[in-house]
């Protein structure tokens, strides 16, 4: 059995920084690819970063390249997404989830899910 944590989102101005994380609760914290998505009202849950922890691989979506990066603390079986030059269009729940088969970057191919952090960006 897999549980994820998210923390670390609060409200931010634009330009600002965040870090959120995502605490992965079980065994075998390198076999997964972790992704993180992103809702925001109305719309659809997005792809928004992730890493395989199996080889380390990484992949971001065009909206956020550039400005998120995802890393890993083995110690602590955390994955980490630092945000940074927030921008209003970064407003959202964000989740992360845990896959046993790849970096995908459609929600059903991952497996666990946590319960969201959200992240607003204010002007």
């Known amino acids: 059995q897999v549980q994820l944590v998210e923390s670390g989102g609060r409200l931010v101005q634009t330009g600002g920084s965040l870090k959120l994380s995502c605490q992965f609760l079980?065994?075998?914290?390198?076999?997964?690819?972790m992704g993180w998505f992103r809702q925001a009202p109305g719309k659809e849950s997005e792809f928004v970063a992730g890493?395989?922890?199996?080889?380390?691989?990484?992949s971001e979506a065009d909206a956020v390249k550039g400005r998120f990066t995802t890393s890993r603390d083995n110690a602590e079986n955390t994955v980490s997404l630092q945000m940074n030059s927030l921008k209003l269009e970064d407003t959202a729940v964000y989740y992360c989830?845990?896959?046993?088969?790849?970096?995908?970057?459609?929600?059903?191919?991952?497996?666990?899910w946590g319960q969201g952090t959200p992240v607003i960006v204010s002007s």
């Open positions: 890493m395989d922890l199996r080889d380390g691989s990484t």
């Open positions: 079980g065994r075998t914290f390198s076999s997964y690819a």
């Open positions: 989830a845990a896959s046993t088969l790849w970096l995908a970057r459609e929600p059903n191919e991952y497996n666990y």
